[in-house]
């Protein structure tokens, strides 16, 4: 019956489609047992941070997708800031040297995610100069969504820079990973994908560990591949992925 339906163009094919999840791994970079997070399925994507004690060698030694962690200014005050982070009064050469030396610190990096930068997502202006930057480099992004008010989905449509946004954030306490890990799947089915985002902590990576190998019904996929194959810029044409 589902065959004849597509023959005849009374079930939309995509309603038939696999549902997709996009695991995304960050914070990678500043402890040794981040190596853990290597052996997790090559569809995992890595999203380290530069200038750190193991980031450069792990994502130098990783088989998944690698991405730029970037750091980038929270509202809060009482955080410790990296020192290649990305504020708001700096300007945009000024933040295009933080970019190109964290981009030469991970080489391998095919996109970019922002560490904190609750702050720094909000300012329009300055998310149009980091999607400038990105688009020039044929970079994607990936909003970590750490602020309601983020302009970078926003500055990536505008700019034409292939772009999604986070919706489940795996905690790593081991009494509502389950929970976070089912909603996940749950949006996954109900709207054909969903992004996640994890740290490498211990805990969280053997949960992972386990709930990928059992995952069913489910595809896990590379966040590049979920990315809009083309993207309307400022200029009014499309641009191509370059995820």
Known sequence: MRLIALLFGLVPFMAFAEPKIALIIDDI??????????????????????????????????????????????????????????????????????????LKAIPQAKGVNNHMGSLLTEDRTRMDWLMAMLSKRGLYFVDSRTTAKSQALLAAQAAGVPA????????????VLNHQWQR??????????VVVIAHPHPTTLAFLSKALSNMKDVELVPVSSLMPKEQLASSGKMAANRG
């Open 29 to 102: 970079g500043y402890h040794k047992s981040d190596i853990k997070a290597l052996s997790l399925p090559d569809a995992v994507t890595l999203s380290v941070l530069p200038h750190t004690p193991y980031g450069e060698r792990l994502a130098a030694e990783a088989k998944q997708p690698i991405m730029l962690h970037m750091p980038m200014e929270p509202i809060s005050t009482h955080v410790h800031l990296e020192k290649d982070t990305m504020t708001v009064e700096q300007n945009r050469q000024q933040m295009e040297a933080l970019l190109n030396d964290a």
């Open 164 to 175: 999604v946004s986070r919706r489940i954030f795996l905690d790593n306490s081991a009494s």
């Open 184 to 193: 996940a799947l749950e949006i996954a089915h109900k709207l054909g994908h």
